[in-house]
């Protein structure tokens, strides 16, 4: 990598952290809604554009009112007729549309649009939870930690590929340093901000975001790859598109609820 290019990177990650870490500390729930309403649509517009759609066709509108729907209405989203009614929407749209040779299309940027969705109203919803201030930046920290140690063990370890044939850059050793990274992340921030939780819980936290992470990065990666792209637009100079940095959190994110709406109603 370019020293222009590298410090353009480091530019644009400081500033795209200290935005999440203001929104964090002076936002509350709503800012907080807002900022990743605006992740996440950037996110599904950059997807909806990788397979051709344009940013105001059908199934980009669609991503976005799913976005707002899941939010507003967590408890409907994954009803057995709201799922229905997704599937039937997008098997709709090219009758609508009169666009019948675009239902393969049509059905890949939908679903996408509709797991980009759930990601994000998980988002929110952790930030929502009980001591959800909490919740939310175990889950960051987390998710940052397997990040920044899957890259460094990777780099300096190397070994065998993970899924060359999706990822080449990816690493085994990397994929374990991730995990090693997000476990032991998790359990030094929840032992300090709030030990009155076992740190079995804060490890199982660890565990889950990083290894629902990795899994979240190579779909997107997948995706590209079908797509013919090497990353999913140019809207973070340095880095490429919104959803090359939020990958992972979007995947990880309904996992990360689930078990911490679990260890929070005492069924965990």
Same mark, same amino acid.
């Given at each position: 990598? $370019?020293?222009?290019?590298?410090?353009?990177?480091?530019?644009?990650?400081?500033?795209?952290?200290?935005?999440?870490?203001?929104?964090?500390?002076? &936002?509350?729930?709503?800012?907080?809604?807002?900022?990743?309403?605006?992740?996440?649509?950037? /996110?599904?517009?950059?997807?909806?554009?990788?397979?051709?759609?344009? +940013?105001?066709?059908?199934?980009?509108?669609? &991503?976005?009112?799913?976005?707002?729907?899941?939010? +507003?209405?967590? %408890?409907?989203?994954?009803?057995?007729?709201?799922?229905?009614?997704?599937?039937?929407?997008?098997?709709?749209?090219?009758?609508?549309? #009169?666009?019948?040779?675009?239902?393969?299309?049509?059905?890949?940027?939908?679903?996408?649009?509709?797991?980009?969705?759930?990601? /994000?109203? $998980?988002?929110?919803?952790? #930030?929502?939870?009980?001591?959800?201030?909490?919740?939310?930046?175990?889950?960051?920290?987390?998710?940052?930690?397997?990040?920044?140690?899957?890259?460094?063990?990777?780099?300096?370890?190397?070994?065998?590929?993970?899924?060359?044939?999706?990822?080449?850059?990816?690493?085994? *050793?990397?994929?374990?340093?991730?995990?090693?990274?997000?476990?032991?992340?998790?359990?030094?921030?929840?032992?300090?901000?709030?030990?009155?939780? *076992?740190? +079995?819980?804060?490890?199982?936290?660890?565990?889950?975001?990083?290894?629902?992470?990795?899994?979240?990065?190579?779909?997107? $990666?997948?995706? %590209?790859?079908?797509?013919?792209?090497?990353? *999913? /637009? #140019?809207?973070?100079? /340095?880095? &490429?598109?919104?959803?090359?940095?939020?990958?992972?959190?979007?995947?990880?994110?309904?996992?990360?609820?689930?078990?911490?709406?679990?260890?929070?109603?005492?069924?965990?």
């Amino acid at each position: 990598m $370019s020293i222009p290019m590298l410090k353009q990177r480091v530019v644009t990650a400081v500033i795209a952290g200290l935005v999440v870490l203001f929104v964090l500390l002076f &936002g509350g729930l709503t800012g907080w809604r807002c900022l990743v309403w605006i992740a996440t649509l950037a /996110g599904v517009l950059e997807f909806c554009q990788m397979f051709g759609q344009r +940013w105001f066709d059908p199934a980009a509108w669609f &991503g976005a009112i799913a976005i707002t729907l899941a939010d +507003w209405f967590p %408890k409907q989203a994954f009803h057995p007729f709201v799922l229905f009614l997704a599937v039937a929407v997008v098997f709709a749209l090219p009758v609508i549309t #009169r666009r019948p040779n675009d239902l393969r299309t049509y059905a890949v940027t939908a679903f996408g649009a509709l797991y980009l969705a759930a990601g /994000g109203a $998980s988002l929110i919803g952790l #930030r929502a939870l009980p001591e959800g201030w909490f919740w939310i930046w175990l889950f960051l920290v987390a998710a940052w930690m397997s990040d920044t140690a899957a890259y460094f063990v990777g780099r300096l370890v190397q070994g065998p590929k993970l899924l060359p044939a999706i990822s080449p850059k990816k690493t085994v *050793s990397g994929a374990l340093g991730g995990v090693a990274g997000a476990v032991v992340g998790a359990v030094v921030f929840g032992e300090i901000a709030d030990p009155r939780y *076992s740190v +079995w819980v804060f490890a199982a936290v660890g565990l889950l975001v990083a290894l629902t992470g990795q899994v979240g990065d190579l779909v997107e $990666s997948a995706y %590209k790859r079908a797509a013919g792209v090497k990353d *999913s /637009g #140019r809207m973070l100079p /340095g880095h &490429g598109g919104v959803l090359d940095r939020i990958d992972s959190l979007l995947f990880a994110a309904p996992f990360a609820l689930w078990f911490i709406s679990g260890v929070l109603n005492g069924w965990m």
